[in-house]
């Protein structure tokens, strides 16, 4: 079992920038890709970025690429989230996720997630 708990969340206005964190537990964390989604009011969880065992590959959604990065410190068991230049649409609740592959954005693949961290972007 690998426990995830996610921290960073918040409310901030457009244009503006959070930093979310993932801290894991339970298992080797350097095993697992681990990715984060978002699920916003009314619609499905979508993929936003995911990184790779030892984080030497990243993938992104479209809709992040340049105003967000994927990073993680396998010393410290947490993967991060750092989302610059915010939009309203980023609102949502974000979750990580980890999966025992070295790196996927398929989010059936994944197979612990956490439960989840709110953002809020104001216009």
């Known amino acids: 079992q690998v426990q995830l708990v996610e921290s960073g969340g918040g409310l901030v206005q457009a244009g503006g920038s959070l930093r979310l964190s993932c801290a894991a537990s339970g298992r080797t964390f350097s095993n697992y890709a681990m990715g984060w989604f978002r699920q916003a009011p009314g619609k499905e969880r979508e993929f936003v970025a995911a990184?790779?065992?030892?984080?030497?590959?990243?993938y992104y959604a479209d809709s992040v690429k340049g105003r967000v990065t994927i990073s993680r410190d396998n010393a410290k068991n947490t993967v991060y989230l750092q989302m610059n230049s915010l939009k309203p649409e980023d609102t949502a609740v974000y979750y990580c996720a980890a999966a025992r592959r070295w790196i996927t954005i398929t989010a059936t693949a994944y197979d612990y997630w956490g439960q989840g961290t709110q953002v809020t972007v104001s216009s």
């Open positions: 990184i790779s065992r030892s984080g030497g590959s990243t």
